[in-house]
């Protein structure tokens, strides 16, 4: 098994594994490839001692997450300068080499590299809990979220059954007033179109069609 490989046992699985020369690491060793954002990992105990930043946006406040973890600044520090100071190492230097240079200069300036090793891994450590706890506010936010998808098109299903309803509802009403309106409007026939419009238009207690048109209704 090659060394990049190993990594992904190391802390509980916390390191990313990646191939080398890849410009940007993708897949955490916890997490399966293919997975997505809300796969279940394993439990992971309370590493903040104080409530972490949003990442609003998406944006990650690295010090905000750091401090509630209860990491000293000052060794973070560390950790930071140990990095800038291999990125300051040309790219052709062999690993020994660089590992001999490093470690001389952190010696020089009395920096136990144990020291900057807990704190490296007492980082990733912090990243960990943070992704952990984003997913699982995320899946939570989710399973509430179709929770309530489904009671609105619950909803929204049941309205639309009663509409349906009622519109079957008013076909069948208005079907039988007008089968009614034939047998009424067959007695009126009877007595001749121009006395009935002259009755309608003598009455007060009949209103002028004319006046007071609706939609036409058709027989059914």
């Not at 590992?99 to 020089?108: C, T």
């Amino acid at each position: 098994m090659s060394e990049h490989k190993t990594w992904g046992s190391t802390v509980l699985g916390w390191f990313i594994v990646r191939d080398e020369g890849d410009a940007e690491p993708a897949v955490p060793a916890s997490q399966p490839e293919g997975a997505g954002p809300d796969t279940a990992a394993a439990p992971l105990p309370d590493v903040f001692q104080s409530t972490p930043p949003p990442a609003s946006g998406g944006q990650v406040d690295f010090d905000g997450v750091f401090n509630a973890a209860g990491l000293d600044h000052e060794a973070r520090n560390r950790v930071g300068k140990a990095g800038e100071l291999l990125s300051s190492l040309p790219a052709d230097t062999s690993v020994a080499v660089r590992k001999q240079i490093v470690e001389a200069s952190l010696r020089a300036f009395g920096v136990p590299i144990e020291q900057i090793i807990e704190t490296g891994v007492a980082e990733i450590q912090a990243l960990e809990g943070y992704i952990r706890s984003g997913a699982a506010d995320a899946r939570k936010l989710r399973d509430e979220s179709a929770q309530r998808i489904q009671q609105y098109e619950n909803e929204i299903k049941n309205i639309r059954t009663v509409l349906d309803q009622r519109d079957a509802e008013q076909q069948a009403v208005a079907a039988a007033c007008n089968s009614k309106k034939l047998e009424v409007q067959h007695v009126l026939e009877f007595f001749g179109q121009e006395a009935v419009a002259r009755v309608v238009r003598d009455s007060p207690k009949l209103l002028d069609p004319a006046a007071h048109q609706a939609t036409p209704t058709t027989e059914r």
